[in-house]
């Protein structure tokens, strides 16, 4: 039998459904079987094995769940970025080295559908949106992390060729996707060199995957970094125009389906494990509801979770109103459920005791996996900045 939405999150899933068209209900309904059924029984086997998640990734693309932000007519399930952020929370519940898979997919696919405006971005879309093809994002680098100021990547031109010379880092979904954005300084109308995304084939000849890395925490997520050497790329292969990374890296950091919705769905799992552990229904676990610190940890959990949900409710809502006017607000989301993430993944290492410190207990991957999404851009510093920025230019209006 299907399980209730926990008071908590019920509002959550009710604002995002509310505003989606309404077969979006039975596909969430759908979503929700699967990762029960196929994904979660896989997830601890992949955190320990480092593997891809491939069965996981394969009973995805059988819903359509990688076109779920697309619109219908580029093959997509055309449910808009609440459903998109909905699905990366639940998944990420389920496993979330999926769930951030299936996010810097979405990513990909929101940008081609953006401003992907050729006919070979516009087959590249649909492909991927069918998931007949996977997408990821490279725009970190050893110098430019989360401050992409020292970019090195750029595009070396003879006046009639384009070649591409760099290295990109912590690229998740690597090994499997065939289609790789790549922010790098192009040559502007003057020559000068600026900020632009490329749509480039894993395949071209020139780039290579350098490392997978060992990760601590979202082990599956198949994070590593690539090289590009000399590949050759066509003006064409731009995303948007020359000189737009900024603006692209900004629709990025405005959508609301961002490391905060991974952070929600891994803070659930562990908290949906939490309270039967504390009742002693785990093998080997006694029970410490007597304790007045259980109770209050799992009381301030409750209400933890319910506040970082209603706010991403909030910032989705307002994001479906006015895409361009929510940037600010679903960064502070990112910011605010990543911090619960880890509150409450630190706080259910606690109450397990002795016992949920050895590896064969669920909460420490819990505990390693949301460490990341504080780590995943925009980093909580940069959020910080901007919040702070946003501050400073609300006060300096009213003076
Ligand atoms: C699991 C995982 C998956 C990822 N997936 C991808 C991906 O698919 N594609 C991709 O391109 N990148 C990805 N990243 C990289 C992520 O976007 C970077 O971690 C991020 O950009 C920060 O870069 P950095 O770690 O090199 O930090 P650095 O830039 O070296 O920063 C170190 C510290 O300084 C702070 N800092 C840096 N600059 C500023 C500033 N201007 N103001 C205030 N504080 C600052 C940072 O917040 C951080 O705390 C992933 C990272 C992780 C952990």
Known sequence: MEREYPAYRAGFVDRVLGAAPGDARNWYRELRRLCREVIEPGAEHIDRSRGYPRTSIAALREIGAFGVVAPRQCGGLGYGDGVGALAVEEVSCACPSTGAILMFHSQVVRRLAMFGNTRRQREQLEQLA?????????????????DKR??????????SSWKVQGSKQFITGLEAAELVHVLLRAPGPAGELVPTFLSVEMDTAGLSIEEIYDLVGLRGSSTGSITLDGVAVEPT??????????????ANHTCCIHPGMIALGIARSAYEKLAPWTR???PQVRQTTEYQNTRF????IEVQLGSAYAYAAQAIEYAHRDPNGAGVDCVKVKLHASTTGLSVTSAAMRLAGARGFRRDCPFERHWRDSQAT???????????????????QTSSDSE
């Not at 020292?150 to 006046?159: I, K, R």
């Not at 292969?237 to 900004?250: A, I, P």
């Not at 504080?374 to 980093?379: D, R, V, Y």
């Open 130 to 146: 069918l998931g007949q093809r996977m997408g990821a994002s490279a725009w970190s680098e050893t110098d430019a992390g989360a």
């Open 150 to 159: 020292m970019m090195a990547t750029q595009v070396v031109t003879d006046g």
């Open 237 to 250: 292969d731009v995303v948007g125009e020359v000189g737009w990374g900024n603006k692209l890296m900004s």
């Open 280 to 282: 002693g229904d785990w």
């Open 297 to 300: 940890t799992l009381a301030e």
């Open 374 to 392: 504080l780590l995943m851009g925009p980093t909580n510093e940069i959020v910080k900045e901007r919040v702070a920025a946003q501050i400073a």
